[in-house]
């Protein structure tokens, strides 16, 4: 069974920088990854994801101009680097496979599109 992980997490100040790692248990090589967050009280919701050949990324707007995705093949993982945090991105961030097919990025960020999830990892933003 796939298993993704993220890892980066932690405490971070308003307008300082995190960079979230999700890694997996099989090659990351041949899927999109997105990455989701909830915040306490919410809905999950999508936040960014790459193609599996890097052709696209894709940001909410909300992240547009502060969120950058990325791939490293080398290393099998995908990161997503904050910049700029804000309070509001205080949340639980998760990566994800989507669903058939894996390895583009659905045109939505449907929670029911994605099939394979890591466990999460806080992210606080607060000074």
């Known amino acids: 069974q796939v298993q993704l992980v993220e890892s980066g997490g932690g405490l971070v100040q308003p307008g300082g920088s995190l960079r979230l790692s999700c890694t997996a248990s099989i090659t990351l090589d041949y899927y999109a990854i997105a990455w989701f967050r909830q915040a306490p009280g919410k809905e999950r919701e999508g936040v960014s994801c790459i193609n599996s050949d890097d052709s696209g990324t894709f940001y909410e707007d909300f992240v547009k101009g502060r969120f950058t995705i990325s791939r490293d093949k080398a290393k099998n993982t995908v990161y997503l680097q904050m910049n700029s945090a804000k309070p509001t991105d205080t949340a639980v961030y998760y990566c994800?496979?989507?669903?058939?097919?894996?390895?583009?990025?659905?045109?939505?960020?449907?929670?029911?599109?994605?099939?394979?999830w890591g466990q999460g990892i806080q992210v606080t933003v607060s000074s």
């Open positions: 994800a496979i989507p669903l058939y097919p894996a390895t583009y990025c659905p045109s939505s960020m449907a929670l029911t599109k994605f099939g394979t």
